[in-house]
């Protein structure tokens, strides 16, 4: 691959600057200019028109997409993709309206039972609407019908009577001001299927290890194994690769996600977390699109075991981004005249560079 300008776009917290930005910002950064790439990074939080301004003046090849939130509103991030397609500018990843569909829990859920991929029965509860989808059965799984990284998610959340279940709903309603998701909880073991590529290919089997967690906790990855690192959820679980299913139930497990992953439309790269019932069966549980790349992550775990470096796995995100955005023959010419400062014009009939153009002068009109 040619190199390339690529801005690396991630959230970063109101005053905090560098010392509070996610590792996973300089290794993306660290793996692209690896290969050789011009990388600049843009932090954003609340105010859009820096990130307009930025991408009118700077117009890079390529937008690697991190930013998973806008004003600390994880609603939001499909709101940051949007401005980016709206103003043609390439970027990683899913489009907005991809992103749309998985962010509601319900919604995701009724798409893939259209396309025949098992979740388990769930409920919505919204404060003057409930909706049933099958029959269900205690124990179960109340969460939060939209938010990533486990919002609303802790042991509590695993319900065995009407009491618990009624009292999760309320503290959903009224501590994160959303719709609740009631699901039947499966018990077994909870895979990640990661995929790399256009269309979608799958990397190995990687896995929630609870064999150290106490037994007084539920089989869960709550948001304190997630990011508490004085808990016993967190110092309990542990991602490993799912090395001793049958060659059945890998192949079952691997197509649920892949047909998940086409199912919502996911471009570049993705992971679905997958619950395997006692009997075998593999239970979608959610789908993420864009999801967190930090090198301890599952999507980089389970590429280390193909033989896919963290750098290698980067660059082919990048890839992948690349050939959907740009034509084949005029991907190199038009990174290479950017590289060199050319002024000359893109060829006519380019997918890249004509809306591009478009969006960035409609941005600096605003901006007049």
């Known amino acids: 691959m040619q190199p390339m300008r690529v801005c690396v776009l991630f959230y970063e917290n109101p005053g905090e600057g560098q010392a509070g930005r996610d590792a996973v910002v300089s290794q993306v950064a660290s793996a692209l200019q690896e290969n050789g790439h011009q990388v600049s990074l843009l932090g954003i939080s609340n105010d859009l028109r820096r990130l307009i301004d930025w991408l009118t003046k700077n117009k890079p090849d390529m937008v690697f997409n991190l930013c998973e939130t806008f004003d600390d509103i994880d609603a939001h991030e499909m709101h940051v993709a949007a401005v980016l397609e709206m103003l043609g500018q390439p970027f990683t990843g899913s489009s907005p309206s991809r ?5 509601d829990k319900a919604l995701t859920k009724k798409v893939l039972a259209f396309h025949g991929v098992l979740t388990p029965q769930f409920a919505t509860f919204e404060k003057q609407n409930i909706e049933f989808a099958g029959r269900m059965r205690f124990p179960m799984l109340v969460k939060p019908l939209h938010g990533d990284a486990s919002l609303g998610i802790h042991d509590a959340s695993v319900v065995n009577d009407y009491k618990s279940l009624l009292t999760r709903i309320s503290n959903i309603h009224n501590e994160l001001n959303d719709a609740a998701i009631v699901e039947e909880y499966i018990d077994g073991r909870e895979i990640f299927v990661g995929v790399l590529g256009n269309p979608p290919e799958p990397l190995p089997l990687v896995e929630i290890d609870f064999s150290e967690l106490p037994l007084s906790h539920p089989r869960i990855f709550s948001r304190e194994a997630k990011f508490d690192v004085a808990s016993p959820q967190y110092n309990g679980t542990t991602l490993v690769i799912a090395e001793d299913l049958t060659p059945e139930t890998s192949s079952r497990v691997v197509r649920a996600g892949i047909e998940s992953v086409r199912a919502l439309g996911l471009t570049d790269y993705g992971r679905v977390d997958i619950r395997l019932a006692p009997d075998g069966s593999p ?23 193909a033989g896919i470096s963290y750098p290698q796995l ?22 290479k005249a950017r590289l060199l400062g050319s002024t000359s014009q893109p060829r006519e009939g380019t997918r890249l560079k004509q ?14």
């Open 99 to 103: 992103m749309a569909i998985r962010q």
């Open 283 to 305: 239970y979608v549980v959610e789908v993420n699109a864009n999801p967190y790349l930090e090198q301890g992550g599952a999507i980089a775990t389970a590429a280390e075991e």
């Open 314 to 335: 980067i660059n082919r995100i990048l890839d992948c981004a690349r050939k959907r955005w740009y034509p084949p023959q005029t991907a190199r010419a038009g990174a």
């Open 355 to 368: 809306p591009q153009a478009r969006g960035l002068e409609r941005a600096a009109k605003l901006n007049a």
